[in-house]
Nanobody
Framework: QVHLVESGGGLVQDGGSLRLSCAAS????????LGWFRQAPGKEREFVAA????????AYADSVKGRFTISRNNVMNQVYLQMNNLKLEDTALYYC????????????WGQGTQVTVTS
């Protein structure tokens, strides 16, 4: 089962940018869809973005379309989330996750990285 470690969170002002990274190990990543989720205090965890291995087909939540970009480096076993024009409502704990291409359920999760957007 793939092991995931996120990094890159932090404090940023409204309208700013951050880039999250997720290092993946322990599995044949070509078998996995990699995704980003987030959970704000008092709210349910929600889907943010996902990317296939090959081709690098992507999917986004409506709330982040046009502002966030997911990408992956299959050689380095990394997945990224470039977040631009951040808003206060983007404040959350962001998780990297992985699921098999043919599965509906994400089976591996990172520990999360905090993103806080301030006014």
């Amino acid at each position: 089962q793939v092991h995931l470690v996120e990094s890159g969170g932090g404090l940023v002002q409204d309208g700013g940018s951050l880039r999250l990274s997720c290092a993946a190990s322990g599995g044949a990543l070509s078998n996995y869809v990699l995704g980003w989720f987030r959970q704000a205090p008092g709210k349910e965890r929600e889907f943010v973005a996902a990317i296939l291995y090959n081709p690098s087909t992507t999917a986004y939540a409506d709330s982040v379309k046009g502002r966030f970009t997911i990408s992956r480096n299959n050689v380095m076993n990394q997945v990224y989330l470039q977040m631009n024009n951040l808003k206060l409502e983007d404040t959350a704990l962001y998780y990297c996750a992985a699921k098999f291409r043919t599965s509906q359920e994400y089976i591996s999760w990172g520990q999360g990285t905090q993103v806080t957007v301030t006014s």
